[in-house]
């Protein structure tokens, strides 16, 4: 199992930047990729991007792509959201996770390992 600590997040305006780490502990080995979703209130947990993290291959939504950048560490275990150019739209909690399958990034139901989440709020 893997244990993952989220920090970052916070409340900034339309146009803003925030950014998100995400650090874990235990069988980190174990992990294929890290991904980070969001759950704005009354929607379902949306896909916003995932690392490989032997090689370091990048997929983001649409809705992110261009605006989000998301990176690794892997001496420190450690992967990263860089969140520009926000829209009040990008409102919602943030959550990274860890999976042991080697496809299907997108899905939440694949991962294993979930942080505790991070609020975001982008005002207008």
């Known amino acids: 199992q893997v244990q993952l600590v989220e920090s970052g997040g916070g409340l900034v305006q339309a146009g803003g930047s925030l950014r998100h780490s995400c650090a874990a502990s235990?069988?980190?080995?174990?992990?294929?990729?890290r991904g980070w979703f969001r759950q704005a209130p009354g929607k379902e947990r949306e896909f916003v991007a995932a690392?490989?993290?032997?090689?370091?291959?990048?997929i983001y939504a649409d809705s992110v792509k261009g605006r989000f950048t998301i990176s690794r560490d892997n001496a420190k275990s450690t992967v990263y959201l860089q969140m520009d150019s926000l829209k009040p739209e990008d409102t919602a909690v943030y959550y990274c996770?860890?999976?042991?399958?080697?496809?299907?990034?997108?899905?939440?139901?694949?991962?294993?390992?979930w942080g505790q989440g991070t609020q975001v709020t982008v005002s207008s």
């Open positions: 996770a860890a999976t042991n399958t080697p496809y299907g990034y997108r899905n939440p139901i694949l991962y294993d390992s």
């Open positions: 235990g069988r980190t080995f174990s992990s294929y990729g």
């Open positions: 690392i490989t993290w032997n090689d370091g291959l990048t």
